[in-house]
Antibody, heavy 121, light 108 residues
Framework: EVQLVESGGGLVQPGGSLRLSCAASGFTFTTYWMHWVRQAPGKGLVWVSRIKTDGSDRGYADSVKGRFTISRDNAKNTLYLQMNSLSAEDTAVYYC??????????????WGQGTLVTVSS | EIVLTQSPGTLSLSPGERATLSCRASQSVSSSSLAWYQQKPGQAPRLLIYGASSRATGIPDKFSGSGSGTDFTLTISRLEPEDFAVYYCQRYGSSPLTFGQGTRLEIK
């Protein structure tokens, strides 16, 4: 059974940093692109970032470029999101999601339960 | 960046009716890169449709997707109580990925 379990969310002050983790199991982690998607309270889904199977290709939404860094540890089957210079606009539930393989994609077919990040003083 | 606009914002229907949700792209989207998701309160999104018209694993055939170019549609036939939720379209593939703003399907 595919499982994605996020952790690392919490309350952080404006300007602060936080690192999210997503532990993956039940599939061959090294063969899938992985994504982060966020959802502000009462709002819609917003794609944040993605990373290729081997970490060699990373993409970011303009709203987080230069502040957030996606990475993965394939030996630990874990995806990360390092978030710096946080502001209130980054307050959201952050989901990790499985993307496609290097041969193609069918969208984001598995999602974690999400971890809440609250940026407030 | 390709912008996806969903309509209507809210759709009020009764169980047993048919729902038609629209997703319009600001420029042409490859049909192989258009997906639909369902999200219920307090839950993560669930993939329904990929490649504009292919159902994801375990999705019943009452959900169907169609369209090409800039206009895509999600149709839900014979609405049941558990179908009332928020639905999002998404363009995937090349970065940046984008989501529509969502359509809320509510019980009339």
């Amino acid at each position: 059974e595919v499982q994605l379990v996020e952790s690392g969310g919490g309350l952080v002050q404006p300007g602060g940093s936080l690192r999210l983790s997503c532990a993956a199991s039940g599939f061959t982690f090294t063969t899938y692109w992985m994504h982060w998607v966020r959802q502000a309270p009462g709002k819609g889904l917003v794609w944040v970032s993605r990373i290729k199977t081997d970490g060699s290709d990373r993409g970011y939404a303009d709203s987080v470029k230069g502040r957030f860094t996606i990475s993965r540890d394939n030996a630990k089957n874990t995806l990360y999101l390092q978030m710096n210079s946080l502001s209130a606009e980054d307050t959201a539930v952050y989901y990790c999601a499985r993307g496609g393989t290097n041969r193609g994609s069918i969208g984001l077919d598995y999602w974690g339960q999400g971890t809440l990040v609250t940026v407030s003083s | 960046e390709i912008v996806l606009t969903q309509s209507p914002g809210t759709l009020s229907l009764s169980p047993g009716e048919r729902a038609t949700l629209s997703c319009r792209a600001s420029q042409s989207v490859s049909s192989s890169s258009l997906a639909w998701y369902q999200q219920k309160p307090g839950q993560a999104p669930r993939l329904l449709i990929y490649g504009a018209s292919s159902r994801a694993t375990g999705i019943p055939d009452k959900f169907s997707g169609s369209g090409s170019g800039t206009d895509f549609t999600l149709t839900i036939s014979r609405l049941e109580p558990e179908d009332f939720a928020v639905y999002y379209c998404q363009r995937y593939g090349s970065s940046p990925l984008t989501f529509g703003q969502g359509t809320r399907l509510e019980i009339k």
